[in-house]
T-cell receptor
Framework: QQQVKQSPQSLIVQKGGIPIINCAYE??????FPWYQQFPGKGPALLIA???DVSEKKEGRFTISFNKSAKQFSLHIMDSQPGDSATYFC???????????WGAGTKLIIKP | DAGVIQSPRHEVTEMGQEVTLRCKPI?????LFWYRQTMMRGLELLIY????????DSGMPEDRFSAKMPNASFSTLKIQPSEPRDSAVYFC??????????????FGEGSWLTVV
């Protein structure tokens, strides 16, 4: 029940396309859902996050869609660029618990 | 701010040797985390501290691993003796804890450990 399942494991999209990465969770107590972006040789960095009281959040070209009833959330990247090529991790946590439950990661490649 | 600073960035050591990884968190952050990342197991939380006190070390794989935080600006993760299966990237991260939940966790660039 503590797992966050992320798919796909890898994704290749042409420049300008809209890659979509999906995550599903079981624990309805989760109340914070961040996405982290990791470039090769670097640590993960927070990209965007959402709470279950909203269904969508946009920051620039990045959008999180949240479906509370389905217990799923997804990351969309509009007008994707080669510089977006990275590994993306979804995660979840509950309350003041700092133990983020991480998805397995999606390696995204944007082809020029 | 300089961000979370880790050292060494890369270390190659022989099986059985002691390895010490070091971390300086972001100034003012009162939470510090040690993570391990491998292809097989992804990101694993090993231990985290709040105000220099270990809160949860349930992720520490075995007694060969130990972590300390003697003050608010320094932490170490020690592996003794090291084994080839310990080869991984070890990340230190910190967070401010200024909100009741959902505080951003800031990662260092990692220490790449290879045990041969």
């Amino acid at each position: 029940q503590q797992q966050v399942k992320q798919s796909p494991q890898s994704l290749i999209v042409q420049k300008g396309g809209i890659p979509i990465i999906n995550c599903a969770y079981e624990n309805t107590a989760f109340d914070y859902f961040p996405w982290y972006q990791q470039f090769p040789g670097k640590g993960p960095a927070l990209l965007i996050a959402i709470r279950p009281d909203v269904s969508e959040k946009k920051e620039g070209r990045f959008t999180i869609s949240f479906n509370k009833s389905a217990k799923q959330f997804s990351l969309h990247i509009m007008d994707s660029q080669p510089g977006d090529s990275a590994t993306y991790f979804c995660a979840a946590s509950k309350g003041s618990n700092y133990q983020l439950i991480w998805g397995a990661g999606t390696k995204l490649i944007i082809k020029p | 701010d300089a961000g979370v600073i880790q050292s060494p960035r890369h270390e190659v050591t022989e099986m059985g040797q002691e390895v010490t990884l070091r971390c300086k968190p972001i100034s003012g952050h009162d939470y510090l985390f040690w993570y391990r990342q491998t292809m097989m197991r992804g990101l694993e939380l090993l231990i985290y501290f709040n105000n220099n006190v270990p809160i949860d070390d349930s992720g520490m794989p075995e007694d060969r691993f130990s972590a300390k935080m003697p003050n608010a600006s320094f932490s170490t993760l020690k592996i003794q003796p090291s084994e080839p299966r310990d080869s991984a990237v070890y990340f230190c991260a910190s967070s401010s804890g200024d909100r009741p939940s959902g505080n951003t966790i800031y990662f260092g660039e990692g220490s790449w450990l290879t045990v041969v």
